[in-house]
């Protein structure tokens, strides 16, 4: 290796010492002593993480989420000054709502205009120029600065990267002005451990206690989850100390599994009846644990908020109660508050009529989702989602739904089989999400469901082409309505019997006329098929599997479903 290698050709370098798996890319005329840097480093035979050019900002942020949900690392995303940002902006909003790690970077127009090398150049180096590039993001990220000098280069990438993965994680940014990356630094020290580590933060021994002493004591205990129940030991764990107590656990808006949706203590997505009886509620990591004009929280409940960050502090209005505050990672804080639950008397008759009565309830309730999949005219979401869970079975699968499949009608299992859109809103975060963590996962089958309208909010062809282009064999299903269902369903639920409501054609919803969506996939080598009969959907699922598995390409089903009113 090189004495010296540029501040550019550093970069990856660091961040494989630092345990960065691959680096999104996507590039400008602010990259070449990085592209230099990376063929300097190919010539050596150097290991550095995966260079990947990802057409689209949008996709690259979208892509490093979803590997990191599948492995919890935090991943590199490298953009094109201020222009690239701009285009990533609601990536780093949605990992900022996910508690995603992430290392953001984009160039910096050069600051000079001649006499010093990486100077400016052609127009846009200067109408690229900002006076805060960084505020584009700032709001969405725990840390930012701006690369000033090239031997900063390890120590800012090891601060960034500790600061991701310090408890509440989320992205962090790092502006890398052109001029400052061409100058040399030395190489020696680029393989070194890291020289921070991430803080994790971990509950108050006291506050378990207590939490564990309200929840043995509870007549009505109930635990409203949204963001899963940590790693895999504690999701188990979890699965286990809810049967064991009695304890009816609700998927109210949840965007990671938090429990089998055929366990016996999950009550579905709807906390409502269960609040408005239970007198401790235990809020695991949920941004907004229930509807407050619609939900009743009954009156001397207590509830105990626990998270990494269970205040949620970015946020500057929420106000849910919160008599006990939990704060950690939650695979930190499950295990401590099962153990000392041991310790606490038990009232066994209660518990074992708790269990039964929760048993019983969940079988009605899934003998209602199944009866309720049969529409008679077409095809809903719901009987997507059934004949999907049937089509995947035992097989390994993560499915990724962005107004797509309900997880009330899906059977899901493992820890890792369900991801839904983060509560931040920011369309097309499905399908790049999925081709990110088949790159991470490729043993795993990766389904992408969603509307037609995020759908082409993901930027479809640049999707697509990245799926041929690195094999990534995901199962993409549109659930097509030719509408903004959401926004419809907004409409309705303000103004129910509204002009908007009774109108044939409701205002700014329509998507019609709906694009042929199986072209732009063609148009990237992918299996596709249109689907508008209800006896055509097994067979369609199946056979899109059969591809996805056996030729390792990907598919798409176009399917046309009835528009929910």
């Known amino acids: 290796m090189a004495a010296t290698v540029t501040a550019g050709g550093a970069i990856f370098r660091r961040l494989k010492a630092l345990g960065v798996d691959c680096v999104f890319a996507n590039s400008g005329t602010d990259f070449p002593p990085i592209i230099e840097g990376l063929a300097e480093a190919a010539a050596e035979g150097a290991d550095l993480p995966r260079a990947l050019v990802i057409p689209h900002e949008h996709a690259a942020l979208g892509m490093a989420h979803g590997y990191t949900l599948m ?119 680029l393989a070194d451990p890291p020289t921070m580590t991430p803080a994790a933060a971990a509950p108050d021994p006291a506050a378990i206690r207590q939490a564990a002493q309200w929840l043995a004591q509870a007549r009505a205990p109930l635990v409203i989850a949204q963001r899963g129940t940590g790693d895999a030991r504690s999701f188990a764990a979890f699965a286990d100390w809810a049967r064991d107590w009695g304890v009816a656990v609700c998927s109210w808006w949840a965007n990671r599994l938090p429990i089998a949706t055929d366990h ?56 849910f109660r919160a008599d006990l505050s939990l704060t950690g990672e939650l695979a930190l804080i499950l295990p401590p508050l099962i153990d000392a639950m041991r310790a606490q008397p038990r009232d066994n008759p209660a518990i074992a009529a708790r269990c ?46 962005e107004l797509g499949v309900p997880l009330s009608h899906l059977p899901r299992r493992d820890h ?46 640049v999707c697509h082409q990245i ?8 199962l993409v299903v549109i659930l097509n309505n030719e509408e903004w ?27 019609e006329p709906t694009p042929d969506f199986t072209l732009t996939a063609q148009a990237s080598r992918a299996w596709t098929r249109r689907v508008s009969d209800p006896q055509a959907l097994a067979p369609a699922l199946e056979a899109a599997l059969t591809v996805v598995r056996s030729e390792r390409r990907s598919a798409l089903l176009d399917i046309k479903i009835l528009a929910d009113r």
């Not at 490298?78 to 970077?105: E, K």
Request: hydrophobic share 45%.
């Open 356 to 401: 039964a009565a929760l048993a019983a309830d969940s079988a009605r309730r899934t003998a209602r989702a199944t009866a309720s999949t049969e529409s008679g005219t077409g095809i809903t979401k719901a009987l997507v989602a059934q004949r999907l869970g049937e089509a995947l079975g035992s097989l390994p699968s993560s499915v990724f739904s």
């Open 467 to 474: 799926a041929e282009a690195l094999a990534l064999p995901v």
């Open 416 to 461: 890792l089989s369900w991801f839904q859109e983060p509560h931040s809103g920011g369309l097309g975060w499905c399908f790049p999400a999925a081709l990110g963590a088949q790159l991470a996962a490729p043993e795993r089958i990766c389904v992408a469901t969603m509307g037609d309208g995020s759908y082409m909010f993901s930027n479809p062809t």
């Open 264 to 319: 016996p203590c999950h009550i579905g997505p709807d906390p409502g009846a269960a609040l408005a009886r239970a007198d401790v509620v235990l809020v695991l990591d949920s941004l907004a644990p229930w509807w407050p004009d619609r939900h009743t929280l009954a009156r001397g409940a207590r509830v105990i908020q626990a998270g990494p960050d269970p205040l949620f502090s970015r946020f500057p209005v929420r106000t």
């Open 485 to 511: 269902g959401a926004v419809r369903a907004s409409v309705a639920g303000l103004y129910p019997e509204g002009q908007a409501v009774r109108a044939n054609r409701m205002p700014l919803t329509a998507l």
């Open 71 to 189: 492995t919890g690392r935090a991943q590199a995303v490298m953009l094109h000054t201020n222009v690239g940002l701009s285009n990533g902006a609601t990536g780093a909003i949605n990992a900022a709502c996910d508690n995603i790690p992430m290392i953001l970077m984009s160039g910096r127009t050069p600051a000079t205009e001649k006499d010093r090398f990486g100077a400016r150049t052609v127009p846009i180096g200067w109408g690229q120029e900002m006076r805060d590039q960084t505020a584009l993001v700032r709001e969405a990220c725990k840390w930012d600065y701006e690369l000033r000098f090239p031997e900063q280069i390890t120590e800012l990438l090891d601060r960034a990267r500790a600061i991701a993965h310090s408890t509440p994680r989320g992205p962090v940014y790092l502006s890398l002005p052109r001029e400052v990356l061409c100058e040399p630094v030395e190489a020696a020290a």
